[in-house]
């Protein structure tokens, strides 16, 4: 292997692989760096894994059925276990195998071991088995991600302690588990569980669920998630885990005390930048510990790049937007640099939650006069169906009806979204999803509904009386 190269990426994470993919793509020399397996925390412990779990324990429990059919075909759980985590592992296998073979296909050079910078661009990388060796390169991107937050007095050592990399090594099926965190992980697990049969408490310190989601939805979900028994603790921070007469206890800052066999701690992430020389090499830090960026994700020093986790702990699709930027710019590539700045998300709790673009709270924290067109999905040819609901929210400015909003509470949230998604990056009205011929029975149908609940709301906001324009406010 020549020692020199276009571009070193340190990590095979989202950010990484993509950014080596482009530059592979435009011919430049890449070399990528991974400590672990490639495919980064959406294979080994993120995305993927959780996914694949709920997945399954959907499908091998039977949950939700016996609400719309009476009864519901369920395996014990003991039985249900094992066979949980042969098919994470298999769903691991089968991801980081295909970042493996991609990499290969597109003449990308890989190397395990674990990176650290030098002056002057040159990368020190440390094989499993001690051997170390030096690359140059023209640029580097330090894309190595984020782990969990740890905090004193969270005693992670204690085998019944987890956070969400260690929680797959759960010992037993606990009677009762205490979650930390409202935020995407702890909606997730705390569902899951709760599907399994496992009670669950769910604690945040913040007045909310997912506090970045709309208020509406957010709140629509931690009543659904009360139905369906998660306990929710809202507006109380975690301060301290103890292990009393055998059983874990988690003090509260409200003085309560709760006990459970097992406490998972899903309380954010922090971004890994030990060891790996930034200082010397003149890479700056912020007052969180993440890599300062400029808007080609350029950081403080000549010629090096970070993106995703590392810059600041989010989404897997938007590491991989930066990851392309940072590449485009990094190999002189004119086009690639815009990145989407529509805030999309989805968080995989029992049933989904997904938006894009403004929250409502934010278009009226703005003052822009806005109308909001609903949709409930249980009265969607589909939702009947399938006997569930959920809502669909359009929101859009009422001068010209330009969409700024979508966000939806169902079963598959997060795949209804992407039709607003690509409406919104086109700056569409939201009378375009009328002119659709949308397929039904589909969720998506909602939009139409929704859109016409819109313009009936925005007729009413215009203080329009009825579809001849004489109202009120005319006469
Ligand atoms: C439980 C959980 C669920 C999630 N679910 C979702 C989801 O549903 N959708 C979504 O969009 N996002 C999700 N995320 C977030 C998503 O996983 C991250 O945003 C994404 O993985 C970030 O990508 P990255 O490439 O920046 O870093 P990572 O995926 O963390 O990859 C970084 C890689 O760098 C390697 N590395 C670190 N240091 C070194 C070094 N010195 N030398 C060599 N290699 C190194 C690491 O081993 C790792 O493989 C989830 C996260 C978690 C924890
Ligand atoms: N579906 C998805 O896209 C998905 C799923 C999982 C994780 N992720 C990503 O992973 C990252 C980490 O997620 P997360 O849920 O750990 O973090 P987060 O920062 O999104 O949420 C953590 C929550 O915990 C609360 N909290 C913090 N300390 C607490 C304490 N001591 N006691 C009680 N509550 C406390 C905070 O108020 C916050 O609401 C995020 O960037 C997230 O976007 C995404």
Redesign the pocket.
């Known amino acids: 292997m020549d020692d020199n190269y276009d571009l070193v990426v ?7 692989e993509v950014a080596a993919e482009l530059a592979a793509v435009f011919g430049r020399k890449v070399l990528i ?4 397996t490639p495919g ?3 294979t080994t ?3 993927a894994p ?2 694949a779990l709920r997945e399954a324990a959907l499908y091998l429990t039977g949950y939700r059925q016996e609400e719309v059919y009476g009864v519901r075909a369920a395996a014990p759980l003991e039985a249900v276990m094992p066979t949980l985590g042969a098919r994470i592992e298999h769903v691991r296998d089968v991801l980081q195998e295909a970042v493996a073979h991609r990499l290969a296909a597109r003449g990308i050079a890989y190397l395990q071991g ?3 910078l030098d002056a002057d661009r040159t990368v020190h990388i440390t094989s499993p088995d001690g051997l170390a060796r030096e690359v140059t390169a023209h640029a580097v991107l330090i ?4 782990r969990p937050m740890h905090y004193p007095g969270i005693p992670f050592d204690d085998p019944d302690v987890y956070d ?1 990399d260690t929680i797959y090594s759960l010992r037993t099926v606990p009677k009762h588990i205490v979650i930390v965190g409202g935020g ?2 702890g909606v997730e697990f705390a569902t899951v569980f709760t599907a399994l049969g496992i009670p669950a408490t769910l604690i945040s310190n913040s007045d909310r669920l997912l506090p970045n989601i709309d208020g509406e939805l957010a709140g629509l979900a931690a009543d659904e998630f009360r139905r369906r028994g998660v306990q929710l603790v809202l507006g109380a921070g975690a301060n301290k885990v103890s292990r009393v007469d055998g059983r874990l206890t988690v003090r509260l800052s409200t003085g309560t005390v709760l006990a459970g066999d097992a406490v998972l701690f899903a309380a954010g ?1 922090a971004p ?1 930048t030990e ?2 020389g930034l200082e010397p090499a003149g890479v700056r830090l912020d007052a969180r510990g993440r890599i300062v960026v400029d808007r080609y994700y350029r950081t403080t020093a000549p010629g090096i790049y970070a993106a ?3 810059v600041k ?5 938007n ?1 991989m937007q930066q990851g392309r930027a940072a590449a485009a710019h990094a190999c002189g590539l004119v086009f690639g640099v815009e990145i989407d700045q529509t805030a999309s998300s989805a968080v ?1 709790g029992l049933p989904e939650v997904a938006g894009v673009g403004a929250t409502e709270e934010q278009i009226q924290a703005t003052g822009i006069p806005y109308a909001v067109g609903r949709c409930n999905l249980a009265v969607t040819p589909r939702g009947a169906i399938a006997g569930h609901g959920g809502l669909l929210k359009l929101i859009f400015r009422a001068d010209d009806r330009k969409l700024l909003g979508v966000h939806c509470f169902g079963d598959i949230a997060s795949e209804v979204v992407g039709l607003g998604h690509v409406v919104l990056q086109l700056g569409g009205r939201v009378e375009l999803f009328l002119t659709l011929a949308l397929n039904t029975p589909t969720y998506s149908y909602a939009y139409h509904d929704a859109t016409v609940d819109g313009l009936t709301q925005l007729t009413k906001l215009m203080g329009i009386a009825d579809s001849r324009g004489t109202g009120d406010a005319a006469q």
């Open positions: 340190i990590g095979a994470g989202p950010a990484g760096v991974e400590r672990n980064g925390v959406v412990t993120g995305g959780t996914k674990t990176a650290r894309a190595t991600g984020s969400s995407p992980i992430r890994n060891g790996l995703g986790d590392v702990p989010g989404l897997a699709s590491a995989y």
